[in-house]
Structure formats: structure tokens, C-alpha cells
């Protein structure tokens, strides 16, 4: 993630990133945050970072950034070093935002920097009225200080506000954590964790407030499923007072849940809770991402014969490496992100594949 130190931001002051696989229409999302600006008669800039296959499918007028897909932190990570705004926002690419959304995040980041918060988090409620919203713990605004703030009380990864400055100080996500990564989840919990570590005030303001989608059950189970592990990952670091006050909240949940006598909210809890002692416990794992070879260019794909190469641990951050060992011998070598001179300092026995287009990677087979 770049950090352009002391230079002075240019352009809108505020930026909203938005990740998406391309699975998802983004343009809903678009228009929620042009229909807020305007209201606030206040100018944002949108970056869509996608991830998805073949060229970015953006509205017209919008910026994209197309990375290779390493998962959700990894895209916000380029994103936030390819803005140039003093506050960075981020949404989901399924999520709308309240017309008053731009206006309560510019009003919170407002005056003397030393004054204002190092993050800005909202609710994000379901389309469904009948839904419970998936995250609103409070009608009011609260600020959050100290390291044993339960983070699952600050805020959600689909609706937060941060200065620019304050993510790149703290190293911005942790590219393990998050949807499409090794830990599928927490990504928002674990920097939190680390902001309220470092002293930093935390902001939660129900001005901020977005909308998502509907769920179903099945759905909503499996999200349960990977965000209880992620937060058993995020808090085994931590005091056993966090693990202690996350199981009580548990238990809360699920006492209510059975005096409604709601059976799906009940299977969502306890899915939670199994998943979250699972991770307590669970080793993460950093081998070479499987999903990554379904991208490998064609022009190598007859290189490597009839047995899928086999994923061999590697390492993810703003410029990652992954490699797979192939069964004739040999390596195939996966740079995402790479310098521009990479090419020149490999060695000679490495056959250099282009760029795949629409795609920040380069693939080297190293052989045998």
C-alpha cells in the first residue's frame, strides 16, 4: 500500500471503494453514492476494484482498478493506495447508502484531525423489513476507546469510513483475513482491533447507515460459518477477556432466539458459536491459493501437464508470491502486483508468460 507522506491529497475528500467479483451489479451502488453526494452538494470520487473475469464492467464516468482476485483485503488494500482523497470509504458492491450517508461521513471527519475519530462505522440494515438487520447494535452515536472494546460492537466491513492517513499508518487489512482469503472473515475485526490498540477512537454513528440484500437461510448460515471461525482467528491473539465477553454475547443471542421461539435465528447462533470455537483453535493456513491456476494463461497451460500443479505455501501482501509445484518437476511461480523489473532479475530458467490481459499478475515456470 503506498504511503505518499506528507504530500497533500488533491481532488474529492472523500473516496468510496468499492470491491466486487463482478458477480454483482455494482450500478445500484453507484447511483446510492451520487444520489448522497449530491445531496450534501459535495463532490466524491467512487473507485470500483475489480476482481472479476474479463475487462471491468463499471457505470460510465467511474474509475475501476482491475487486481487479481487474492480476496476483499487485498482489493481494498490497492484501493486505498490508488486514491489520492484524505478519507476513504468502503461498501460492498450489493449495498445502498442513505441520502445522508456522504454528509454524516464528511461532518464526523470534519475540523482538527487530532479531534477526529481514526474510523467511522454504521449499520447496515437488511431490504427486508422483516429481516433482522445484519448489523445495529444501538440507535445512538458512540465513540469506542480502549483495547478491551469488544470490536463486534464498533462496526461491519461493508460500511466503514477511515482517514487516508490512518489506514496506511496501521498497514491497512491484513490481506489474510477476508472473503477470498486464507481466513475467510474479521477482516474489519482484526483492524479494529489493531486501531483501538494503537489508542485510536472509533466512531459508531447510525447516520452512516446502509442497506443489504436479503439473505437466505442457507446463506445466512454459511456467512455465519466463516465469520464465527474468522472471529475465533481475530481474538485468540487477544485477552481472554474479549473470547469471554464474545461467548456471553453468544449465549444472550441465543436465550432470545429461544424465548421468540425463533428457529432460524437459533440456527444461526449456534453455527456462530461452533464456528467460533473452531477457530479459537483452527491453524491458518497460507498454502498457494487452488483457485488461482483456473487463470493461468493459455499460452502455459499446455506446459504443465496432465496433473494439476499442487499448491505450495506462499505469501500475500501488496505484492504477493504464490507457487505450485508441478508433477514433471519444475515450479510454476504466480507474482501478483510485481515491480516492473521483475522480469529482468528472474533467472534465466524461468520461462516468462505475459501479463494475462486485464490483470496485474505475471506467471514464471520454473523448471525442473
Not at 475485526?189 to 442457507?218: C, F, I, K, M, Q
Request: glycine fraction near 12%; include cysteine; proline fraction near 8%.
Amino acid at each position: 500500500m503506498a504511503d505518499r507522506g506528507n504530500e497533500a491529497p488533491t481532488g474529492p475528500e472523500l473516496t468510496v471503494v468499492v470491491c466486487t467479483l463482478g458477480r454483482k451489479p455494482v450500478a445500484a451502488t453507484v447511483d446510492s453514492i451520487a444520489a448522497s453526494a449530491k445531496a450534501a452538494g459535495r463532490e466524491v470520487d467512487v473507485l470500483v476494484v475489480w476482481q472479476g473475469d474479463g475487462p471491468a464492467d463499471v457505470p460510465k464516468g467511474v474509475r475501476s482498478l482491475e487486481v487479481f482476485p487474492l480476496g476483499i483485503s487485498y482489493a481494498r488494500n490497492r484501493g486505498v493506495g490508488a486514491v489520492e482523497s484524505r478519507l476513504v470509504g468502503y461498501l460492498d458492491d450489493d449495498e445502498t447508502v442513505v441520502e445522508g450517508w456522504v454528509a454524516a461521513a464528511l461532518d464526523e471527519f470534519a475540523g482538527d484531525p487530532a479531534d477526529t475519530p481514526g474510523g467511522a462505522f454504521g449499520p447496515v440494515l437488511s431490504t427486508s423489513y422483516d429481516d433482522v438487520p445484519y448489523f445495529s447494535p444501538t440507535k445512538e452515536r458512540v465513540v469506542y476507546r480502549g483495547s478491551n472494546t469488544p470490536p463486534w460492537l464498533v462496526g461491519t466491513g461493508g460500511n466503514m469510513v477511515f482517514p487516508r492517513d490512518t489506514l496506511v499508518l496501521a498497514g491497512g487489512f491484513d490481506p489474510r483475513f477476508g472473503a477470498g482469503a486464507p481466513v475467510g472473515s474479521a477482516e474489519e475485526t482484526d483492524l479494529v482491533l489493531r486501531l483501538l490498540g494503537e489508542g485510536r477512537a472509533l466512531l459508531y454513528t447510525p447516520e452512516l447507515t446502509v442497506y443489504h440484500p436479503s439473505r437466505g437461510l442457507d446463506d445466512e448460515v454459511r456467512a455465519r460459518r466463516l465469520y464465527g471461525v474468522g472471529m475465533g482467528i481475530a481474538l485468540r491473539g487477544q485477552t481472554p477477556l474479549l473470547s469471554a465477553k464474545y461467548l456471553v454475547t453468544i449465549g444472550q443471542e441465543l436465550g432470545r432466539s429461544v424465548r421468540r421461539r425463533n428457529t432460524r435465528r437459533r440456527r444461526e447462533v449456534l453455527t456462530t458459536l461452533r464456528s467460533f470455537l473452531a477457530g479459537l483453535v483452527a491453524p491458518v493456513r497460507m498454502d498457494s491459493p487452488l483457485d488461482a491456476l483456473d487463470r493461468v494463461p493459455d499460452e502455459l497451460r499446455g506446459e504443465l501437464g496432465a496433473v494439476p500443479p499442487t499448491p505450495m505455501p506462499g505469501t500475500i501482501g501488496e505484492r504477493a508470491h504464490f507457487l505450485y509445484a508441478l508433477d514433471r518437476g519444475g515450479v510454476l511461480h504466480l507474482y501478483v502486483n510485481p515491480p516492473d523489473d521483475l522480469g529482468e532479475t528472474l533467472d534465466e530458467n524461468a520461462r516468462i508468460v505475459a501479463r494475462a490481459a486485464g490483470t496485474d499478475a505475471l506467471w514464471a515456470l520454473e523448471r525442473g
